[in-house]
């Protein structure tokens, strides 16, 4: 067996084994489960890299692990630029390994794509819809309360699954014995995930994505006596296949729920086969039962670090360390602007800490990866202990060996479909980019209401408090009767995300941890120095630095490296104009494929 896999004996939410399938990778019959994942598939068979990039031709595997990043592109079946770590392997395919840009060849991608739902959904985009985007706590509570108001709800999911990366399932092929013991909460999640199953006014699309969102050219008092003024493209079936069905919904109101993905931050080293995300670490233990590695070492900043190494050793990994960048002192300050908020997660801090010690994973605070070592892969890192403002402390180095190291410096918000819906920005809690809203969740833009993440860093509580007051306004916006939820949840978990930011902020020495060689921009390869140069060559704007220097111009559509560049493009104080993140995104929020567009073009025509 893999040291991937995870095989204790007794534990009763461990899959009960299946009937395996095979694959062919590279030329080679390999064993897979059924439900896997091609990235966890391949990395069960020992692989941890399995393309490389456009340029440069470096090795590339996953990274962010929920489809933000793109490092993990394979061909499947004769079909390039399929993420590894969303496509479910099916008995019979053929993965090979992307060697830089390749052309696509004849594919059976498109068989077993699924519309029936889709249609279903289309058949319903009647009065009074609202469609939901996203599945994660802050979707599923828009969805009920809109629901629960008496209007017809159109819930658009990414995953197989309701829950989002907070509650994320294994597949219903592990047939997993106990899978509550995967998750926290699980009690309320599995009645909420049982009331979107049974309730009759709520169509939910799985394995569905919003690729864009077209507003009518009205002013805000013409929208606001004015129905149907929101039109979401969509696209249904299996992760980046062929034969997608592609259509479109006209939403009465929209409530955006997209999430956040995790913010990693630049050193040298850190594109290196694995290093990853904290949150990719998280997704394959708890949606695929594999780890990252043997010896693994966390790293950032914040609470979330402790679920992921708990997730980690739930997966048989050995976790060397867990280093949180901040003091004590900057965390505890930071608790107690607001000390009445801290108390409440008092119990589940004492679980965690339980933990590291059970397993005797130390915690190092004011210490941070700052280099990764390797070949084709990690094999050591450099770690430092870090000064107020997160400077490397000179003389404090120490190299690790480790075969995997997991990074998080927070969240950053998913902003391309309230960018597209023209939603005004302003900063979060962590000073991330993030949707304004009022109390009732609306955004600028009349119709369109946004929860959870995408109005600043929370949690899982408050984003599932704002998505039921989301959601019962969008149902009021209809003049569907419904009673407002209290807000007191929201009000108290907003006051825990505001001290949460200042417990654990991102100082701004980060920016001396990278060099002139080290990548800002992994898709297109971009180099520090050549951000600089681009910088004093223009403006410092993000559509200026696409041009000049092509960051954020990738796949990845600057996903990884907008908020980085954004930062590093106005170190300079000579610099003039003040970018942000929002700045380097794209009105095609997720991939599109054109074949699957020019099948959706003739269909109309006929």
């Known amino acids: 067996m893999s040291p991937y896999l995870r095989s204790v004996e007794g534990d009763p939410s461990q899959p009960r084994p299946g009937t395996p399938v095979r694959i062919v990778v590279d030329g080679e019959s390999l064993e897979a489960r059924p439900g896997q994942t091609v990235a966890a598939a391949l990395m069960a068979s020992g692989r941890d890299s399995w393309r490389t990039t ?25 079909t390039p630029d399929v993420r590894a770590c969303q496509r479910t392997i099916s008995s019979g395919d053929t993965v090979t390994t992307q060697h830089g840009a390749v052309l696509p060849t004849t594919s059976a991608e498109a068989a077993g794509t699924t519309t029936s739902t889709a249609a279903a959904a289309e058949a319903k985009a009647e009065t009074n819809l609202v469609v939901v985007v996203g599945g994660g706590p802050a979707g599923v509570g828009a969805a009920l309360a809109a629901a629960d108001a008496g209007v017809e709800v159109l819930l658009v999911d990414a995953g197989q699954a309701i829950g989002g990366q907070f509650h994320r399932q294994l597949p219903v092929e592990f047939k997993a014995r106990r899978p509550e013991r995967l998750q926290h909460g699980w009690g309320e999640f599995s009645r909420q995930r049982d009331r979107i199953a049974n309730h009759s006014r709520i169509t939910h699309l799985t394995e569905t994505s919003v690729w864009a969102i077209e507003r009518d050219a009205q002013s805000r008092e013409e929208a606001a006596h004015k129905r149907k003024t929101t039109r979401l493209w969509l696209q249904q079936g299996p992760a980046d296949a062929v034969g997608r069905h592609v259509w479109s919904v006209d939403a009465e109101a929209v409530v955006l729920a997209t999430g956040a993905y995790d913010r990693v931050l630049p050193f040298p080293g850190w594109d290196l086969p694995g290093v990853y995300s904290a949150g990719a670490a998280q997704a394959l233990a708890k949606g695929q039962r594999i780890a990252v590695g043997k010896r693994v070492l966390v790293a950032g900043t914040g609470p979330f670090l402790l679920p992921v190494a708990e997730s980690l050793v739930g997966v048989g990994a050995e976790v060397v360390a867990l280093l949180e960048a901040n003091r004590p002192s900057t965390v505890l300050k930071g608790w107690r602007t607001d000390p009445l908020v801290a108390p409440s997660k008092l119990t589940e801090a004492l679980g965690y800490g339980a933990l590291l010690a059970r397993h005797r994973i130390p915690l190092k605070h004011g210490r941070t990866v700052i280099a990764a070592h390797g070949r084709d892969r ?26 995997a190291v997991c990074l998080g410096f927070g969240f950053t918000a998913q902003l391309e479909l309230a960018i597209s819906a023209r939603c005004d920005l302003g900063a ?17 833009t009349p119709g369109v209401f946004a929860a959870g993440e995408l109005t600043g860093i929370g949690g899982a509580a408050l984003a599932a408090a704002e998505g039921e007051v989301a959601g019962a306004a969008a149902a009021r916006s209809l003049q569907a009767t419904s009673r407002p939820p209290s807000k007191k949840v929201v009000t108290k978990a907003r006051r825990f995300a505001a001290a949460l930011a200042k417990a654990y902020p991102v100082k701004p020495g980060w920016q001396t941890w990278s060099d002139d060689t080290t990548l800002v921009c992994r898709c297109e390869e971009v180099t520090r120095a050549d951000l600089q140069e681009a910088v004093t060559q223009r403006e410092a704007t993000g559509r200026s630095l696409k041009l000049t220097c092509r960051v954020g111009l990738g796949l990845c559509q600057g996903r990884v490296c907008a908020r980085t560049v954004a930062d590093l493009a106005t170190h300079d104080d000579a610099v003039p104009a003040r970018q942000t993140s929002s700045d380097f995104k794209r009105p095609v929020g997720q991939p599109v494929r054109l074949g699957d567009l020019a099948a959706a073009e003739i269909q109309e025509d006929l």
């Not at 456009?54 to 004769?78: K, M, Q, S, T």
């Open 428 to 444: 979060g809690p962590d000073g991330g980019p993030a949707v304004i809203v009022d109390d009732n969740q609306q955004t600028s």
């Open 54 to 78: 456009r340029g440069a031709e470096r090795p590339r595997g996953v990274f962010c692990g929920i489809g933000a990043c793109f490092d993990c592109l394979v061909v499947v079946n004769g």
């Open 378 to 403: 990690v094999e050591c890192v450099t770690t430092a202990k870090l000064d107020h403002d997160w400077n490397p402390i000179r003389g404090t180095e120490q190299q690790i060996e480790v075969d």
